[in-house]
């Protein structure tokens, strides 16, 4: 079965044509992100990342950054 990926496209937009950060694109497409890892996987996602932007982002790297911001939200949610 081949996996498509299609919510990915936007991030990977973002990490190779709109933003510097890639704190900033985990943010903004946070829920895409969520989505994929808990249907594909972290290795799926890092593999698809590399075929959709050439880019070798470590999976370890990509993973500190997304709990990062998931501290980052709930930390939010806690001052509401």
Same mark, same amino acid.
């Given at each position: 079965?081949?996996?498509?990926?299609?919510?990915?496209?936007?991030?990977?937009?973002?990490? =190779? /044509? /709109?933003? /510097?950060?890639?704190?900033? *694109?985990?943010?903004?497409?946070?829920?895409?992100? =969520?989505? *994929?890892?808990?249907?594909?996987?972290?290795?799926?996602?890092?593999?698809?990342? !590399?075929? !959709? =932007?050439?880019?070798?982002?470590?999976?370890?790297?990509?993973?500190?950054?997304?709990?990062?911001?998931?501290?980052?939200?709930?930390?939010?949610?806690?001052?509401?």
């Amino acid at each position: 079965m081949k996996l498509n990926f299609d919510e990915l496209d936007g991030f990977c937009d973002a990490l =190779t /044509k /709109k933003y /510097k950060s890639r704190q900033v *694109c985990i943010r903004m497409y946070h829920n895409d992100l =969520t989505f *994929c890892i808990n249907i594909y996987g972290w290795k799926n996602i890092i593999k698809k990342i !590399k075929e !959709k =932007t050439g880019l070798e982002i470590k999976q370890i790297n990509l993973q500190n950054q997304y709990y990062r911001e998931i501290k980052k939200l709930a930390l939010k949610a806690d001052k509401k």
